[in-house]
């Protein structure tokens, strides 16, 4: 039968690869990255974290500051739970949201706690005789990120 | 006798006049012209300069986010993907990554941008199949939902 503009469907054709085939690239992939990290062959680690309801893209000896009060000490060490993405040079593990607790270890120091440089809130409407000036000055907070670990328990 | 008020010749005047000028000049010393230096017309310049910077405030998040958004475009462009795809396949693939982290990673990780732009060229097929082959559960790998408990 002669082909046609209708013979198939406008969209092009779309064919997933075999997945007895997939499943085993995976498996292979899965222990080569294992190897990789076990033998600790990757260079600089970064990670993005959730803290403080903002993420963050971080390494290793990295400062961050926030915007609010944590309550630890200067000099606290603090783990960071949420690790959402951790990625060398040759490769990077996604969560999916997050990753395990057994796979990343994110280490942080509070370094320092200081208020922000005071900003000024001025509202003024014009030929109404309104004006309201507020001064704020709000809490911050400087932490470190020491280490970034990873662990080879991929599966 | 006992005196309660003070008498009416005697006018309180101001003793720190100079103080109070310095204050608002404070402000307005690295503007041009002669807001720099006369109050009369410092004072009003500096009034709209702190209120343009608190509305400036608000709309900083939004032109960042707009910026962002343009730059992931331009990223997942390079790698053959629209954004509203780009993005719409990242969520559904469960990973909660924002614009921000996604601008950093497309600018300073490339190979990791890159791989994420697979994942989500990867579940987009998958939901062409699934949407087309009406199976009765996703066939596909990416397209399986994590559990977590």
Redesign the interface.
Same mark, same amino acid.
């Given at each position: 039968v002669a082909k046609t503009s209708l013979t198939s469907p406008p969209?092009p054709e %779309?064919k !997933?690869p075999d +997945?007895v085939e997939?499943a085993k690239y995976?498996a292979e992939v899965v222990r080569k990255v294992n190897e990789l990290i076990s033998a600790g062959r990757y260079g600089r680690l970064?990670a %993005?974290v959730h803290f403080a309801s903002k =993420?963050? &893209?971080i390494t290793s000896e990295d400062l961050i500051m926030m915007d609010n009060v944590l309550e630890a000490e200067c000099g606290d060490r603090i783990r960071m739970e949420k690790v !959402? !993405?951790v @990625?060398a040079?040759d490769f990077?593990l *996604? @969560? $999916? +949201?997050?990753l395990g607790k057994e796979l990343v270890r994110v280490e942080a120091t509070v370094i320092e706690k200081t208020e922000s440089w005071p &900003? %000024?809130? *001025? $509202?003024?409407w014009r030929r109404h005789n309104f =004006?309201r &000036?507020k001064i704020i000055a709000n809490p911050q907070t400087v932490l470190r990120i020491n280490t970034i670990e990873i662990y080879p328990c991929l599966s | 006798m006992v005196v309660l008020s003070a008498a009416r010749w005697v006018r309180s005047r101001l003793s720190d006049r100079f103080w109070r000028v310095q204050e608002v000049l404070k402000y307005a010393r690295h503007f041009r012209g002669r807001k720099n230096r006369c109050y009369r017309l410092a004072v009003r310049s500096v009034r709209r300069a702190f209120v343009r910077s608190t509305k400036a405030r608000r709309e900083k998040k939004r032109f960042l986010r707009a910026l962002w958004i343009t730059r992931i475009e331009a990223a997942s462009l390079e790698h053959g993907l629209k954004y509203p795809a780009f993005i719409s396949n990242l969520v559904k693939s469960q990973v909660e990554l924002n614009r921000k982290v996604l601008a950093d990673l497309a600018i300073y990780e490339p190979k990791t941008f890159k791989s994420l732009a697979a994942l989500a060229q990867r579940r987009r097929q998958e939901g062409f199949l699934a949407a087309l082959g009406d199976g009765k559960e996703p066939e596909g790998i990416f397209s399986r939902i994590v559990h977590h408990h």
């Amino acid at each position: 039968v002669a082909k046609t503009s209708l013979t198939s469907p406008p969209w092009p054709e %779309v064919k !997933l690869p075999d +997945p007895v085939e997939e499943a085993k690239y995976h498996a292979e992939v899965v222990r080569k990255v294992n190897e990789l990290i076990s033998a600790g062959r990757y260079g600089r680690l970064f990670a %993005v974290v959730h803290f403080a309801s903002k =993420q963050w &893209k971080i390494t290793s000896e990295d400062l961050i500051m926030m915007d609010n009060v944590l309550e630890a000490e200067c000099g606290d060490r603090i783990r960071m739970e949420k690790v !959402l !993405l951790v @990625g060398a040079d040759d490769f990077t593990l *996604v @969560g $999916r +949201p997050l990753l395990g607790k057994e796979l990343v270890r994110v280490e942080a120091t509070v370094i320092e706690k200081t208020e922000s440089w005071p &900003k %000024v809130n *001025v $509202r003024f409407w014009r030929r109404h005789n309104f =004006q309201r &000036k507020k001064i704020i000055a709000n809490p911050q907070t400087v932490l470190r990120i020491n280490t970034i670990e990873i662990y080879p328990c991929l599966s | 006798m006992v005196v309660l008020s003070a008498a009416r010749w005697v006018r309180s005047r101001l003793s720190d006049r100079f103080w109070r000028v310095q204050e608002v000049l404070k402000y307005a010393r690295h503007f041009r012209g002669r807001k720099n230096r006369c109050y009369r017309l410092a004072v009003r310049s500096v009034r709209r300069a702190f209120v343009r910077s608190t509305k400036a405030r608000r709309e900083k998040k939004r032109f960042l986010r707009a910026l962002w958004i343009t730059r992931i475009e331009a990223a997942s462009l390079e790698h053959g993907l629209k954004y509203p795809a780009f993005i719409s396949n990242l969520v559904k693939s469960q990973v909660e990554l924002n614009r921000k982290v996604l601008a950093d990673l497309a600018i300073y990780e490339p190979k990791t941008f890159k791989s994420l732009a697979a994942l989500a060229q990867r579940r987009r097929q998958e939901g062409f199949l699934a949407a087309l082959g009406d199976g009765k559960e996703p066939e596909g790998i990416f397209s399986r939902i994590v559990h977590h408990h």
